[in-house]
């Protein structure tokens, strides 16, 4: 997918964030969390 290959090239881990959709997904401990919107991927 040319998108989450432009977002791993970025920093990002290039899967689509759960509450918005954005390619902006970065590790944060063990969890994921959104650079667009802030949501993570269940833990805080």
């Known amino acids: 997918m040319i998108i ?6 970025q ?3 290039g899967d689509p964030c759960g509450e918005c959709s ?4 970065v ?3 063990t969890c994921m969390k959104c650079n667009t919107c802030g949501g993570t991927s269940g833990c805080s």
């Open 22 to 25: 954005n390619f902006t997904l």
């Open 27 to 29: 590790r944060n401990g």
């Open 11 to 13: 920093g990002y881990e």
């Open 4 to 9: 989450s290959t432009k977002a791993k090239m």
